[in-house]
């Protein structure tokens, strides 16, 4: 019978920090593009040609889905029990990497979507709104990156838990 070296319910946690990183940040883009979505095309039908323009909202809020895909890999990558002893801390680092970018991803995204919306809409109405827009939508855009980099660091730290 083959001995494991390490916690057995570990990987458990540490699969299930992949799957939030990616569900939540899947669900916050989906949302941003969405809600954006419907104010491009709530104003594309008064002014077409700022279609292509009002578009940035949803490219914004698509990029959101591919931090939650690095950590998943990421941690994914860091998941072989059979190669290197596994423990709870590991794990635990994991999950609490995936949930801190997923869910900043899944807020990244609310507020992508809420500003994308109305931006959009202003925008057609205000042309001088635009840059205005765009500077919220980096800001909000931000709150994910903040998640991603807090992400790398603490799946940097599984591994660390006991001298192999």
Known sequence: MPTFSGDETAPFFGFLGA????????????????????????MGVMRPELVMK?????????????????????ISTGINPKAKSY???????HLSSGLACGLAGLSAGMAIGIVGDAGVRANAQQ???FVGMILILI??????????IVGIILSSRAGQSRAD
């Open 19 to 42: 799957a939030a990183a990616l569900v939540f940040s899947c669900m916050g883009a989906a949302y941003g593009t969405a809600k954006s979505g419907v104010g491009v095309a709530s």
């Open 87 to 93: 423990y709870l801390f590991d794990g635990y680092a």
């Open 139 to 148: 800001f909000a855009e931000a709150l994910a990156l903040y998640g991603l």
């Open 54 to 74: 009002s578009i940035v909202p949803v490219v914004m809020a698509g990029v959101l889905g591919i931090y939650g895909l690095i950590i998943a890999v990421i």
């Open 127 to 129: 042309p001088k709104l």
